[in-house]
């Protein structure tokens, strides 16, 4: 193990389900999730056009994304759905909830001329040959949710932008081969930090974010023999380094003796990750 930073990659395309966090942070997230050349974006929350240029960074034309995913309406996860969604006539899929929160955040002409569709939290649904199930998670805004994505062989957790991983999290998120989970902060970094004290409290709440430790905990309770890949997203600027979110975890992993087997990453603000493929692919779905 050791800590790798991430950077762009270009494999082939690949025919297993695949995660490529496009950005990750307070400033904006955009994660292309995929099998087989087609996929998803799980929620745009930088300019389309910056987004656009990452996908290509990293291999990925937008002819590949067959829809974009919500997981809640703040800015940080949506400032680009609206213009991907026209531009790319893709459908946007989020709760209703969600909906009619985003009219509100997007300026401009907001979700107009858009394709949007609505889910709901537990009832799982197809789109660019995935299966997402999306999951209530604990976060101050609307109706957010995690998913737990699959290509119908290997399965991604996914979950940032949560307070604490309630049970019901937990148990989407069991079993899979790949996990992208919240990793927002230190907590001695944030007490101790800037941040105005109702801010720190916001984000230490059941509805706030994720911290480092947590993050940890989280790994520890999920880890099974066939977890191939952990990247930890959505780390604070301010209150937070890569070094100390991959330091927590690597913690866990080395006193369960999973150091060696599991893969573990942290995705970055400014600049797109590799591409992270599971080794479980449709053609093979049983070892
Ligand atoms: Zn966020
Ligand atoms: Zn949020």
Same mark, same amino acid.
């Given at each position: 193990?050791?800590?790798?930073?991430?950077?762009?990659?270009?494999?082939?395309?690949?025919?297993?389900l695949?995660i490529?966090a496009?950005a990750?942070?307070?400033?904006?997230n955009?994660v292309y999730?995929?099998?087989d050349g087609?996929?998803?974006l799980v929620?745009?929350?930088?300019?389309a056009?910056?987004?656009?240029?990452?996908?290509?960074?990293v291999?990925?034309?937008?002819?590949?994304v067959?829809?974009?995913v919500?997981?809640?309406?703040h800015r940080?996860?949506v400032?680009?759905?609206?213009?991907?969604?026209?531009r790319y006539r893709v459908?946007?899929?989020?709760?209703?909830?969600?909906?009619c929160r985003?009219?509100?955040?997007?300026a401009?002409?907001?979700l107009r001329n858009?394709d949007v569709?609505?889910?709901?939290?537990?009832?799982?649904?197809?789109v660019g040959?995935?299966?997402l199930r999306?999951?209530?998670?604990?976060h101050?805004a609307?109706?957010?949710?995690g998913?737990?994505?699959?290509?119908g @062989?290997?399965a991604?957790?996914? *979950?940032t932008?949560l =307070?604490?991983?309630?049970?019901? /999290?937990?148990?989407a998120? &069991?079993?899979?081969d790949l996990?992208?989970?919240?990793s927002n902060?230190?907590v001695?970094?944030?007490?101790?930090?800037?941040?105005?004290w109702?801010?720190k409290q916001?984000?230490?709440s059941?509805?706030?974010h994720l911290?480092?430790?947590?993050?940890?905990?989280?790994?520890?309770?999920l880890?099974?023999?066939?977890?191939e890949t952990v990247?930890?997203?959505h780390?604070?600027?301010?209150n937070n380094e890569?070094?100390l979110?991959?330091?927590?975890t @690597?913690?866990v992993l080395r006193? *369960?003796?999973?150091? =060696?087997?599991?893969?573990l990453l /942290?995705?970055r603000?400014d &600049?797109?990750?590799?591409r992270?493929?599971?080794?479980?692919?449709?053609?093979?779905?049983?070892?």
């Open positions: 193990m050791g800590y790798h930073p991430p950077f762009p990659s270009h494999p082939p395309r690949s025919p297993a695949e490529c496009l990750s942070g307070s400033k904006g955009a999730v995929g099998s087609r996929g998803v929620d745009v929350g930088l300019a056009g910056e987004v656009e240029r990452r996908l290509g960074a291999g990925l034309g937008p002819d590949r067959a829809a974009v919500v997981t809640h309406e940080d996860h400032r680009g759905v609206g213009a991907w969604g026209r459908p946007v899929y989020m709760t209703e909830p969600c909906r985003v009219e509100t955040v997007l401009g002409p907001g858009v569709r609505p889910f709901e939290p537990g009832v799982p649904f197809e040959g995935l299966e999306p999951v209530d998670s604990c101050d609307a109706e957010p949710v998913f737990r994505i699959s290509d @062989a290997a991604l957790g996914f *979950a932008d =307070g604490f991983a309630s049970h019901p /999290v937990r148990e998120l &069991r079993g899979v996990l992208y989970l919240e902060h230190d001695d970094r944030l007490w101790n930090g800037p941040y105005p109702p801010l916001r984000i230490r059941r509805h706030g911290s480092n430790d947590a993050c940890a905990e989280l790994v520890a309770d880890l099974h023999p066939h977890l990247i930890l997203g780390l604070s600027e301010t890569p070094r979110a991959f330091e927590a @690597a913690r006193h *369960a003796g999973a150091a =060696g087997d599991v893969t /942290v995705a603000q &600049r797109p990750g590799r992270v493929a599971s080794r479980r692919t449709p053609r093979e779905p049983v070892r």
